[in-house]
Structures are given as structure tokens and as C-alpha cells.
């Protein structure tokens, strides 16, 4: 949705106002309602529930901000999951719940309609939750409002991220960075991101299709292989066009990928591999879960896998996604078991570089097989 | 809190004998503690110094040695 003619267009449209435009609040504005105005030129419900939940988060914020109580932080991510829920997923708990009442009984089948679901949700609420939680810690200002509406509905990064946080974004609208720069360089990346994106993935793609209905297995395996390259760049490229075309505007978001098919184990993969998205998890999910029980094997083994399921399950309403986030739970596990196990025996591991290889080439195995769930 | 800090890492991280930690060696950046094992480092600061460190404070690039450790803490 942001290859296209009109993004682009708009993108110089809107840096050229934002750049001439003398106040940081009336940019900010500007930027706000611009960015706004693009997400419901691509999905009119979109626009309105990102302002509904827009409006919603910032009301806690300010009751947290004013009154310094847990109990609004709680029920504020409580209305954003409700959100999350109600759009994304209770299709799915419809079909599921359709389809055991069928097995069970042979009832008539049944289901409640299926909800629109707004571009962008998913990125949507997992920044409003972040956010929540970092002014309850103290790492957020609150900011105003239309600095946080710029921050829900910045159209650059509003469909699939990378998700940046308030407390790096929110500092870089008081001042404006856009510089012939800060142009120069973003428009290097959109181009980067173009060729792997349109030239890399797609054709890949394309070469990869018949493969899959083959009927030799190694067809089928290299299919999968194909598949494990063109997903990377695919969603690399989108996110080189996302962080270019916002570094276009003045502003500098997070990275998203540093070249996660060449690390050696599944800890380092994720931190590689969809960084902003992988950080969320860590922070918000991963380390307040691990704190339940200091048990080893609710922190090494159980904690990966809740969060990876809930990683698979966040990519897409469908059980097969979250199969694929409970394998590389599974994998995250068996790589933490197996570091505590190396601690407690002493055991020391080879540095050579064929060693080395060796672990990245069965890393990168292990992420390709799952490939098959995600597809 | 320097000493405890550094002898906690080298028992928990650190696989070889000859490796020296000191206040500015690179822990998350260098591949030394990876990421999710910075629970257990949380964890041991919570319970040694009773100061609780929000996750996203923990980063390769704020929490990366044992000085830059020693300051956060300070500050919570």
C-alpha cells in the first residue's frame, strides 16, 4: 500500500508543507492530520478507530499522568486489547467455536459476522500499550495530544510499522530535522527498499510459484528455501521504505532488520529479525511473564513459547500462525536449555569459524521449516 | 555494587576462564549476554539492590557495561 504512485506523491506533498510550515506545533498538526487524512484515503474505518483509540490511550494518559495510579494504566491497555481483540480476532473465535459446536454436536453452524478489520490494528494497539506503560514508568513524557495522534497515525510507518516508541519519536517533532540530508539519505533507502522489494522478492516469488505444487519434494524444499529469502526482503524492503520515507519528514525511526539470516543462534536471530516488533515482545511481554515464577522451566522454557505464540498469533488471526510462533518458542527454549545446561557443566563450545557456520546454517534451517506455518 | 555486578556477570555469562570483565567491557553490543537473558541480570538487580529497571531501559545501547549498569540503577 505505500508502493504506490499516490503515497509517493503525497509523501512529497506533505514534506514539502511540513518543511515551510514556521511553528512545530501547527507542523505537528499538520502532520497529524495529514497522516490521518492518508489512512482513510485507504481504509475510511481505519482513520476513524485509530482516532477512537487514539482519543481513548491519551485520556488514561492524561488520568496516569495527573493521578499517578496503576488502575488507569490497567484499564487503558484493557480498552486497547478489547480493541485488538474485537477487530482482529473474534472472526476467528467465531469459526473456531463454529467449528466445534459442528463436531461436537452437529449443531447448524453458526457465526457472528465478521468484523471489519482497520489497517494497521495491530501496529496501532501495540503502541498505545507501549506508550501506557512508559509513562507509567516514567521513560514517556505524556506529550500533547497531537503529538501522540501524529505518533498513532504517522502514515509513513501506520500499516506495518517498524513500531517506534513515543519516548524516541515524540523528542524529534519539538525540533524540525528535515534537511536536504535527511532527504538525500531517505530517498537512498526508499530506492534500496524498492529494488529489494520489487526486484528481489517479487521476482522471487514469482520463479517460486509453480515449485510449490510440484510434486518432488525437493521442488518443494526449494520452494520453501525461495520462500525463507523472499519473506526478508520482502518486509526488509517495505522497511526500508517506511524509515526513508519518514527520514524524508525529519524523522528518524527505529531499524527493523540487521541481516538476521547470518546469526548463529535463535536469540540473536530475534534480535535481528523484525527488531522493532521483537523488542515490543521482550519488553512488554517476555520480562514481566518471566517474573511470575523464578522456576527454570517456566522462565527457559514455558515463557518462549507463550510469547512466541502470542507473536504468531498478533502476525494474523489464524491457528497457523500461531503454530509457527510456538516452533520458534520451541527453538528459543532449546537454546536456552541448552546454554544453562553448557553453565552449570562448564562446557565450553568450539570459536572456530566452521563451528560458527555450522550454527548459522542450522539457525537458518530451523527458520525456513517454520516458513511453512506462516505462509 | 561494581563488584557484585561484575561477579555476577562472569558466574552467570561468562564461559571462559580468561575472559576479564571490567566497568567498561561490552556485554549485549559484543554477543556476551543476549537478549533474553537479561531477565536473569533484572532479576539479580532486583533482588541485590532492590531497584526494579523497566525492560526498555534495558538496551544494548543504555545498558551495555557495568558503569553505564551502575548509573541506571543509580537512578531508579
Not at chain 1, 196 to 210: C, E, M, N, T
Amino acid at each position: 500500500m505505500i508502493i504506490s504512485l499516490p503515497f509517493f506523491a503525497y509523501l512529497v506533498l506533505v514534506a514539502i508543507v511540513y518543511r515551510i510550515l514556521p511553528w512545530s506545533k501547527i507542523r505537528v498538526g499538520f502532520l497529524s492530520l495529514s497522516s490521518l487524512a492518508f489512512v482513510a484515503y485507504l481504509d475510511r474505518s481505519a482513520a476513524v478507530v485509530t482516532l477512537c483509540i487514539t482519543v481513548w490511550t491519551y485520556l488514561f494518559a492524561w488520568l496516569l499522568d495527573r493521578y499517578k495510579k496503576a488502575i488507569f494504566l490497567r484499564i487503558g491497555i484493557i480498552g486497547i486489547l478489547g480493541a485488538l481483540i474485537a477487530f482482529k480476532y473474534l472472526g476467528l473465535l467465531s469459526g473456531t467455536l463454529s467449528h466445534l459446536a459442528q463436531f461436537v454436536s452437529s449443531l447448524p453452524d453458526f457465526r457472528i459476522e465478521n468484523l471489519l478489520l482497520p489497517l494497521g490494528i495491530s501496529y496501532l494497539t501495540f503502541k498505545h500499550i507501549s506508550y501506557l506503560s512508559d509513562l507509567n514508568w516514567k521513560i514517556a513524557k505524556r506529550g500533547s495530544f497531537l503529538e501522540f495522534l501524529s505518533y498513532s497515525s504517522l502514515f509513513t510507518i501506520f500499516v506495518a510499522g517498524p513500531i517506534e516508541r513515543f519516548s524516541r519519536y515524540q523528542p524529534q517533532l519539538e525540533e524540525n530535522h528535515q534537511s536536504w540530508q535527511n532527504v538525500w539519505i531517505g530517498f537512498q533507502r526508499i530506492v534500496f527498499g524498492l529494488f529489494k522489494k520489487l526486484v528481489i522478492a517479487d521476482w522471487i516469488g514469482y520463479f517460486i510459484q509453480p515449485w510449490w505444487d510440484s510434486a518432488s519434494f525437493w521442488m518443494r524444499a526449494l520452494a520453501l528455501l525461495g520462500y525463507s529469502i523472499q519473506i526478508y526482503t520482502d518486509f526488509a524492503g517495505y522497511s526500508d521504505i517506511a524509515i526513508g520515507s519518514s527520514r524524508i519528514l525529519g524523522l528518524k525511526i527505529m531499524e527493523n532488520f540487521n541481516n538476521p539470516y547470518f546469526r548463529t543462534n535463535m536469540s540473536r536471530f530475534w534480535a535481528t529479525w523484525h527488531i522493532s516488533l521483537s523488542e515490543w515482545i521482550r519488553d512488554y511481554l517476555f520480562f514481566p511473564l518471566s517474573r511470575v515464577s523464578r522456576k527454570v522451566i517456566w522462565s527457559l522454557v514455558c515463557v518462549p513459547i507463550i510469547t512466541m505464540a502470542a507473536c504468531g498469533i498478533w502476525h494474523g488471526a489464524a491457528w497457523h500462525f500461531m503454530y509457527w510462533g510456538i516452533w520458534h518458542g520451541a527453538g528459543i527454549a532449546v537454546y536456552q536449555l541448552w546454554i544453562y545446561y553448557k553453565r552449570k557443566r562448564k562446557i565450553k563450545t568450539p570459536k572456530t569459524m566452521g563451528y560458527q557456520v555450522l550454527m548459522g546454517a542450522i539457525t537458518f534451517t530451523f527458520v525456513t521449516i517454520g516458513w511453512m506455518w506462516f505462509r | 555494587m561494581q563488584e557484585k555486578l561484575i561477579e555476577f556477570i562472569i558466574d552467570e555469562f561468562v564461559e571462559e576462564d580468561d575472559v576479564v570483565i571490567d566497568v567498561d567491557t561490552k556485554l549485549i553490543s559484543s554477543g556476551l549476554i543476549d537478549s533474553f537473558s537479561l531477565v536473569s541480570l533484572q532479576q539479580f538487580i532486583e533482588t541485590e539492590f532492590g531497584k526494579r529497571i523497566p525492560a526498555p531501559v534495558i538496551t544494548a545501547e543504555s545498558f551495555d557495561t557495568v558503569r553505564q549498569m551502575i548509573e541506571i540503577i543509580e537512578r531508579y
